[in-house]
Protein backbone atom coordinates (compact mmCIF):
# COMPACT_ATOMS: atom_id res chain seq x y z
CA UNK A 1 0.00 0.00 0.00
CA UNK A 2 2.75 2.52 0.86
CA UNK A 3 4.21 1.82 -2.71
CA UNK A 4 1.34 2.50 -4.50
CA UNK A 5 1.31 6.16 -1.98
CA UNK A 6 4.90 6.58 -2.80
CA UNK A 7 3.79 5.59 -6.92
CA UNK A 8 1.34 8.21 -7.30
CA UNK A 9 2.66 11.01 -5.26
CA UNK A 10 5.45 10.73 -8.51
CA UNK A 11 3.04 10.06 -11.45
CA UNK A 12 0.28 12.78 -10.47
CA UNK A 13 2.67 15.84 -10.22
CA UNK A 14 4.18 14.51 -13.69
CA UNK A 15 1.18 14.29 -15.59
CA UNK A 16 -0.26 17.49 -14.24
CA UNK A 17 3.21 19.58 -14.86
CA UNK A 18 3.15 17.83 -18.74
CA UNK A 19 -0.32 19.00 -18.68
CA UNK A 20 0.02 21.88 -18.28
CA UNK A 21 3.43 22.37 -20.46
CA UNK A 22 2.79 24.33 -24.04
CA UNK A 23 1.50 22.39 -27.00
CA UNK A 24 4.46 22.27 -29.27
CA UNK A 25 2.45 21.77 -32.73
CA UNK A 26 0.71 25.01 -32.44
CA UNK A 27 2.53 26.74 -29.21
CA UNK A 28 -0.73 26.83 -27.27
CA UNK A 29 -1.13 26.12 -23.67
CA UNK A 30 -3.13 22.91 -22.54
CA UNK A 31 -4.27 22.52 -18.92
CA UNK A 32 -6.33 20.01 -17.21
CA UNK A 33 -9.44 22.32 -17.41
CA UNK A 34 -8.75 22.68 -21.56
CA UNK A 35 -8.91 18.96 -21.73
CA UNK A 36 -11.59 18.06 -19.34
CA UNK A 37 -13.21 20.48 -21.65
CA UNK A 38 -11.95 18.53 -24.90
CA UNK A 39 -13.28 15.40 -23.57
CA UNK A 40 -16.73 16.33 -22.82
CA UNK A 41 -17.43 17.25 -25.57
CA UNK A 42 -20.35 14.68 -25.76
CA UNK A 43 -21.67 15.38 -22.39
CA UNK A 44 -23.39 18.52 -22.48
CA UNK A 45 -24.07 21.51 -24.98
CA UNK A 46 -20.94 24.39 -24.62
CA UNK A 47 -23.52 27.05 -24.61
CA UNK A 48 -21.96 30.75 -25.33
CA UNK A 49 -23.00 34.43 -23.92
CA UNK A 50 -24.29 36.39 -26.67
CA UNK A 51 -21.98 38.81 -25.94
CA UNK A 52 -18.48 36.36 -26.95
CA UNK A 53 -20.01 35.53 -30.46
CA UNK A 54 -18.01 38.37 -32.39
CA UNK A 55 -14.89 37.35 -30.56
CA UNK A 56 -15.20 33.69 -31.08
CA UNK A 57 -16.38 34.87 -34.45
CA UNK A 58 -13.25 36.25 -35.19
CA UNK A 59 -11.06 33.53 -33.98
CA UNK A 60 -12.89 30.41 -35.70
CA UNK A 61 -15.70 31.47 -37.99
CA UNK A 62 -18.81 28.46 -37.48
CA UNK A 63 -23.04 28.81 -37.54
CA UNK A 64 -24.51 30.04 -34.49
CA UNK A 65 -27.48 28.54 -33.09
CA UNK A 66 -30.12 30.21 -31.12
CA UNK A 67 -32.22 28.43 -28.39
CA UNK A 68 -35.14 30.50 -26.93
CA UNK A 69 -36.81 29.52 -24.07
CA UNK A 70 -39.15 30.67 -21.27
CA UNK A 71 -39.49 29.71 -18.00
CA UNK A 72 -42.04 26.86 -16.57
CA UNK A 73 -42.54 25.79 -20.50
CA UNK A 74 -43.16 22.34 -20.33
CA UNK A 75 -41.97 21.64 -24.31
CA UNK A 76 -38.95 23.73 -23.38
CA UNK A 77 -38.32 21.44 -20.37
CA UNK A 78 -38.98 18.51 -22.48
CA UNK A 79 -36.62 20.43 -25.11
CA UNK A 80 -33.70 20.17 -22.63
CA UNK A 81 -34.23 16.67 -21.17
CA UNK A 82 -34.38 14.55 -24.40
CA UNK A 83 -33.14 16.50 -27.46
CA UNK A 84 -29.93 18.23 -25.62
CA UNK A 85 -29.33 15.34 -24.03
CA UNK A 86 -28.36 13.24 -27.38
CA UNK A 87 -24.90 12.40 -27.80
CA UNK A 88 -24.93 13.16 -31.88
CA UNK A 89 -26.69 16.50 -30.74
CA UNK A 90 -24.30 17.78 -28.39
CA UNK A 91 -21.29 16.80 -30.48
CA UNK A 92 -22.65 18.62 -33.58
CA UNK A 93 -23.48 21.82 -31.71
CA UNK A 94 -19.91 21.70 -30.11
CA UNK A 95 -17.89 20.91 -32.85
CA UNK A 96 -19.74 22.82 -35.84
CA UNK A 97 -21.95 25.78 -33.59
CA UNK A 98 -21.77 28.42 -31.63
CA UNK A 99 -24.88 27.63 -29.37
CA UNK A 100 -26.63 30.26 -27.34
CA UNK A 101 -29.39 30.08 -24.64
CA UNK A 102 -31.28 32.19 -24.54
CA UNK A 103 -34.99 33.28 -22.13
CA UNK A 104 -37.18 34.74 -24.33
CA UNK A 105 -38.65 36.89 -21.79
CA UNK A 106 -35.31 38.24 -19.95
CA UNK A 107 -36.01 41.68 -18.83
CA UNK A 108 -31.87 42.22 -19.42
CA UNK A 109 -30.64 44.40 -22.39
CA UNK A 110 -28.49 42.49 -24.60
CA UNK A 111 -25.84 43.83 -27.71
CA UNK A 112 -25.87 41.51 -30.98
CA UNK A 113 -24.16 42.92 -33.74
CA UNK A 114 -23.97 46.11 -32.30
CA UNK A 115 -27.77 46.66 -31.69
CA UNK A 116 -28.47 46.88 -28.08
CA UNK A 117 -32.34 44.61 -28.22
CA UNK A 118 -34.34 45.26 -24.50
CA UNK A 119 -37.76 43.51 -23.43
CA UNK A 120 -39.84 46.58 -24.21
CA UNK A 121 -42.04 45.48 -20.85
CA UNK A 122 -39.75 46.44 -17.78
CA UNK A 123 -42.18 44.90 -15.01
CA UNK A 124 -40.85 41.64 -14.33
CA UNK A 125 -44.66 40.55 -13.22
CA UNK A 126 -45.94 41.39 -16.71
CA UNK A 127 -44.96 38.75 -19.59
CA UNK A 128 -43.45 39.72 -22.89
CA UNK A 129 -40.84 38.67 -24.84
CA UNK A 130 -38.11 40.16 -25.39
CA UNK A 131 -36.85 42.22 -29.10
CA UNK A 132 -33.98 39.80 -29.98
CA UNK A 133 -36.39 36.98 -29.60
CA UNK A 134 -39.30 39.10 -32.18
CA UNK A 135 -36.09 39.92 -34.35
CA UNK A 136 -34.44 36.74 -34.68
CA UNK A 137 -37.66 34.17 -34.60
CA UNK A 138 -39.99 34.26 -37.36
CA UNK A 139 -44.13 34.07 -36.41
CA UNK A 140 -45.49 30.96 -37.23
CA UNK A 141 -49.24 31.41 -38.10
CA UNK A 142 -48.97 34.54 -36.61
CA UNK A 143 -48.27 33.47 -33.20
CA UNK A 144 -44.54 33.21 -31.53
CA UNK A 145 -43.95 29.42 -30.02
CA UNK A 146 -41.60 27.85 -27.38
CA UNK A 147 -39.50 27.10 -27.44
CA UNK A 148 -38.07 27.92 -30.59
CA UNK A 149 -34.49 28.05 -32.57
CA UNK A 150 -32.74 29.83 -34.68
CA UNK A 151 -29.40 29.45 -37.22
CA UNK A 152 -27.48 32.38 -38.29
CA UNK A 153 -24.67 31.39 -40.93
CA UNK A 154 -20.94 32.60 -40.38
CA UNK A 155 -22.08 36.07 -41.32
CA UNK A 156 -25.00 36.42 -38.56
CA UNK A 157 -27.59 35.84 -41.25
CA UNK A 158 -30.87 33.99 -40.92
CA UNK A 159 -30.61 30.82 -42.43
CA UNK A 160 -34.23 29.53 -40.69
CA UNK A 161 -36.26 29.97 -37.80
CA UNK A 162 -37.94 26.68 -36.25
CA UNK A 163 -40.89 26.95 -33.85
CA UNK A 164 -41.39 24.76 -31.09
CA UNK A 165 -40.00 21.55 -29.73
CA UNK A 166 -37.78 19.69 -31.55
CA UNK A 167 -37.57 16.02 -31.24
CA UNK A 168 -33.77 14.67 -31.11
CA UNK A 169 -34.50 12.58 -34.59
CA UNK A 170 -36.29 16.00 -36.61
CA UNK A 171 -33.64 18.06 -34.95
CA UNK A 172 -30.74 15.95 -35.98
CA UNK A 173 -31.92 16.55 -39.64
CA UNK A 174 -32.21 19.76 -39.05
CA UNK A 175 -28.93 20.65 -37.80
CA UNK A 176 -27.91 18.25 -41.17
CA UNK A 177 -29.35 20.50 -43.41
CA UNK A 178 -27.98 23.40 -41.63
CA UNK A 179 -24.53 22.81 -42.11
CA UNK A 180 -25.36 22.29 -45.79
CA UNK A 181 -26.08 25.44 -46.52
Known sequence: MKNLISVL???IPFFVA?????????????DLKSIIKSN????????????????LMA?????????????GCPYCKEMKETTFQDGQIIKSLNEKFYAV???GRSKKDIVFKGITYINQEKDPAKRSSHDLHKTLVDPYQGNYY???????NEKFEKL??????????????ILTDMLKR
Open 101 to 103: KID
Open 59 to 71: KEPRKVFFYFFRE
Open 18 to 30: SCNQGDSNNGTRT
Open 9 to 11: FVI
Open 146 to 152: WPSVVFL
Open 40 to 55: SSTSSIQWVDVSQLEV
Open 160 to 173: RSYPGLQKPEKFKR
